[in-house]
C-alpha cells in the first residue's frame, strides 16, 4: 500500500533554511504528481507546494513563493521541500500528499517550528 514518510523537520531561528525530504512507496512513484501540505495549530491544512510527475510543473502557494522550493529525484522514490528565510508563520506540521484514484494519501507529518 502506498506509504508517504516525511523527515527533516525541526527547530530553527527566523531566517534559516530546512529541508524536507518525504521517502515514497508501495506505488509508481514516477508517474504521480506529488504535494507538500502544512497544518499550523489551530488552522486548517493548506496545499504549500506541488511538483509534477516528471518535475516539469512547479507550482507554490503565494505564501511560499520565492523562498521554497520542491523537487524530486524519482530514481531514489523521494521528494523535498527546500525551505530558506523561514518565519514564524511556517511553524507547522508538513505533510507530504499524493492522490491516486480519488484517494488522497498522507504521511505522518514532521514538525518545524521557527522560532527564536
Known amino acids: 500500500q502506498v506509504q508517504l514518510v516525511e523527515s527533516g523537520g525541526a527547530l530553527v531561528q527566523p531566517g534559516g533554511s530546512l529541508r524536507l525530504s518525504c521517502a515514497a512507496s508501495?506505488?509508481?512513484?514516477?508517474?504521480?504528481?506529488m504535494n507538500w501540505y502544512r497544518q499550523a495549530p489551530g488552522k486548517e491544512r493548506e496545499w504549500v507546494a506541488s511538483?509534477?510527475?516528471?518535475?516539469?510543473?512547479?507550482n507554490y502557494a503565494d505564501s511560499v513563493k520565492g523562498r521554497f522550493t520542491i523537487s524530486r529525484d524519482n530514481n531514489k522514490n523521494m521528494m523535498y521541500l527546500q525551505m530558506n528565510s523561514l518565519k514564524p508563520e511556517d511553524t507547522a506540521v508538513y505533510y507530504c500528499?499524493?492522490?491516486?484514484?480519488?484517494?488522497?494519501?498522507w504521511g505522518q507529518g514532521t514538525q518545524v517550528t521557527v522560532s527564536a
Open positions: 511538483i509534477s510527475s516528471r518535475s516539469i510543473t512547479l
Open positions: 508501495g506505488f509508481t512513484f514516477r508517474v504521480e504528481n
Open positions: 500528499h499524493v492522490r491516486r484514484w480519488g484517494v488522497h494519501n
